[in-house]
């Protein structure tokens, strides 16, 4: 059986030894850093989630598409509603890219 000064060292409820109350502060900051990163996780995992994996990151000189490509876009857009038939489109597209 151990006694003497080592086992009052193990044993101490001062705060300095191995079982008293100094490793309550490691496990509150374990459980701390536990809680933030899962909280850190559940934000990083909604933001990811709408943009399918990529990090939508604002670019504030991003290039705009050339006129003609946005209005082929339109073009495209009103022949799949079906507002246009496909020789209203071709003629478009042809005269937007003949420009």
């Known amino acids: ?9 193990l044993c101490s409820t001062s705060g300095t030894g191995l079982f008293g109350y100094g490793w309550m502060v490691y496990a509150m900051g374990l459980g701390l850093v ?3 990163g899962v909280a850190l996780w559940l934000v990083w995992s ?3 989630a709408h943009t399918n994996g990529a990090l ?3 670019m504030p000189f991003a290039p705009t598409p050339p006129r003609s490509d946005m209005a082929e876009e339109i073009a495209r857009e009103r022949f799949a509603r079906g507002e246009i038939d496909r020789d209203e489109y071709d003629r478009v597209i042809a005269a937007l890219r003949s420009r």
Request: aromatic residues 16%.
């Open 34 to 36: 536990l809680v933030l």
């Open 56 to 58: 939508s990151l604002p």
């Open 1 to 9: 059986m151990m006694q003497g000064y080592y086992w009052d060292s």
């Open 46 to 48: 909604q933001r990811t």
